[in-house]
């Protein structure tokens, strides 16, 4: 085994990754960048992890890299992992696109809001009351429980049509100062929650967003650049500290400690040295999934299991089903024990461990479960990705947010379909209700200026 062997999927990755880009860039295919999104959290935890493999003084020399076997389930999986982005990429593209042309699926007449310009406000207002205030108090409720991610997602929606209206403003400062808002989600979730990835995702949705329509381009390309290998530096210092942030977070030790905490990391910051051993064990430990792909692949191909079959799929569809209706419904949220299950691991317990996609596809019917998964998947990402951007470009804010918040649902590229489901689910109901609660009180509003 190799550092040359990751070469060729790699490569492969990129150009799955260019074709998406190239589509979502052409003017006449209209997008508000979910597929981009998803594929850009996909990566983030399948092609870094490979690349330092790639690199021969890691692949020689780092702690991880002697041992022959993790080396060799990191490119068994990331082959895996790469072909499931090829399929996604022709997903997006071809079969997409195909299914559009087919459907006649609209926005129901009555959520036509039209062009609104407080409706961003109004949006982002009822997320922070929801997410902050009524949050806390409906995570524990079956079924209303699942809502507190869409309140999530719902802020996220607000804060792209509010780029969207400074693009329409031609308002690039406006524009620059929500990016500069939308990056605050960083140090808040953290703080908050304790975990990095959270900020991440959301503030990787809205600039990806803002992705699609910004000019000029070449701007985006050098601050993507910039702005992932500052991301990517960010990371490595997080992970000195994320022990101390984590207890703060969890009510183990003081806020006002952890804070000390973060503003030594800022002082003493370290910019991502890819020489640097430490740095790429960092990356090597929590940003390569191929590792958890690689050791199931080895495990079933050796007998030592059977393939799921199609069981995690079965449940995928009883989780859409309400606990409130089914109280003792036999499936919940996250991955549970599939990857200690499907790769023979031992891991610590309370510890929680994502399938993700490739994974959960592979083994239910290997290879081509991976391919067929990610056709389906990248093709129904595409599907709302261009309803949204229809609705958005018409002036229909509320019907963007009918097909974008439940979109958002499907980029869990490290969760479990279980979690897919029921998210979007809980998001389409979640939609119905805020937009009939917006729509109503904006209406009254209306007629008592009158």
């Keep these: ?3 040359s062997d990751l070469i060729i ?5 990129f150009v799955g990754v260019s074709v998406v880009v190239w589509h979502l860039w052409k003017r006449r295919t209209p997008s508000v960048g979910l597929p981009f999104a998803y594929l850009f959290d996909l990566t983030m935890i399948h092609w870094f992890g490979a690349l330092i493999y790639a690199l021969p003084w890691y692949f020689e020399s780092g702690e991880f890299a002697q041992d022959g076997v993790r080396a060799i389930d990191v490119v068994r999986g990331f082959n895996v992992s790469c072909l499931g982005v090829l399929a996604f990429a022709f997903g997006v ?8 042309k087919r459907s006649r699926i609209r926005t129901l007449p009555a959520t036509r809001g039209g062009f609104n310009r407080r409706l961003p406000t109004v949006y982002l ?3 922070i009351f929801f997410n902050f205030v009524l949050g806390p108090f409906i995570r524990r409720i079956p079924t209303i429980g699942t809502m507190a991610q869409s309140g999530w997602t719902l802020l996220i929606a607000a804060l792209c049509l509010m780029c969207w209206q400074a693009h329409l403003d031609t308002n690039k400062k406006k524009l620059l100062v929500i990016l500069l808002f939308t990056i605050l989600f960083l140090p808040v979730t953290t703080l908050l929650a304790g975990f990095l990835g959270y900020g991440v995702r959301a503030a990787s949705i809205v600039f990806l967003f803002v992705f699609i329509f910004y000019r000029p381009r070449y701007h985006l390309v050098l601050g993507a650049i910039f702005s992932l290998y500052l991301g990517l530096s960010f990371f490595v210092n997080y992970m000195d500290v994320r022990t101390d942030i984590r207890k703060a977070a969890w009510g183990q030790s003081s806020r006002m400690g952890v804070l000390g905490t973060m503003g030594g990391m800022v002082s ?7 020489h640097d051993e430490d740095q790429l064990e960092d990356i090597d430990r929590r940003l390569n999934q191929n590792i958890l792909v690689g050791a199931s692949v080895d495990y079933l191909e050796s007998g030592q299991i059977e393939y799921a079959s199609g069981k995690t799929f079965r449940d995928a569809l009883i989780a859409m089903v309400p606990r409130i209706i089914w109280r003792n419904k036999p499936v919940v949220a996250g991955s ?7 790769t023979g691991m031992v891991f610590g317990e309370g510890t929680s461990v994502g399938v993700g996609q490739v994974m959960e596809f592979y083994i239910n019917y290997g290879n081509t479960g991976v391919i067929m998964g990610f056709l389906i998947l990248g093709s129904t990402i595409a599907y709302f990705d261009r309803k949204a951007a229809e609705d958005l470009k018409n002036d229909n804010w509320t019907g963007f947010t009918y097909w974008f918040v439940p979109g958002v649902g499907f980029l869990q ?3 479990s379909l279980v979690e897919i489901t ?3 689910l809980s998001a389409v109901v979640f939609c119905l209700m805020i937009n009939w609660f917006v729509m109503t009180r904006m209406a009254g509003a209306r007629r008592s200026a009158r």
């Design 268 to 274: 003493n910051f370290k910019m991502l040295d890819l």
């Design 125 to 127: 207002f009822v997320a």
């Design 93 to 100: 593209v071809v079969i997409g696109p195909l299914l559009l």
């Design 413 to 415: 590229s490290i969760g």
């Design 9 to 13: 999927p790699l490569v492969g990755w």
């Design 422 to 424: 029921a998210t979007v």
């Design 1 to 3: 085994m190799k550092s």
């Design 336 to 342: 549970g024990d599939l990857v200690a299950t499907y």
